[in-house]
């Protein structure tokens, strides 16, 4: 349980690397910072339509579209994101086409290498922990 609670928080943590880095990226990805409680709650929501859609959308184009089985990661970022600001809670604008298709791509990326990198970089602290504890 606690390791599905610590991939958890690290994955929340890289979505909302990756919403900061297209904010700061691209003029038409706009974090309403004076909504940061919108913000808050369109990362968590973003993180929870993630999970759902990743699998889910492999699922289909696996059945009807396997040459698509390479995007999937970019198809749930941008199903996700076009949910989270149709959302009323605000926290979240995108007005151009780059900040859809570029701002899907760059969230995509930050994402995916926080998922990778922000583990290794707590595990390795944790293991230094446990040899100094030990010596």
């Known amino acids: 349980m606690i390791t599905f609670l610590f991939r958890a928080l690290l994955y929340i943590v890289s979505a ?61 970022t941008l199903i996700a994101l076009i949910i989270v600001v149709l959302l009323p809670i605000g926290g979240l604008r995108i007005v151009d086409a780059a900040g859809w298709i570029l701002g899907s791509v760059i969230v995509w990326v930050v994402t995916a290498l926080g998922s990778v990198l922000l583990p290794m970089i707590f595990l390795k602290r944790r293991v230094a922990e446990k040899r100094a504890r030990r010596a």
């Not at 289909?60 to 990661?73: E, F, H, S, T, W």
């Open 16 to 76: 909302g690397l990756g919403l900061i880095a297209a904010d700061l990226a691209l003029d038409g990805f706009q974090i309403e910072w004076s909504k940061w409680w919108g913000f808050v709650i369109c990362i968590l929501i973003f993180t929870l339509l993630q999970s759902i859609l990743s699998p889910w959308i492999t699922k289909i184009a696996d059945r009807y579209a396997p040459v698509l089985l390479g995007g999937i990661g970019i198809v749930s």
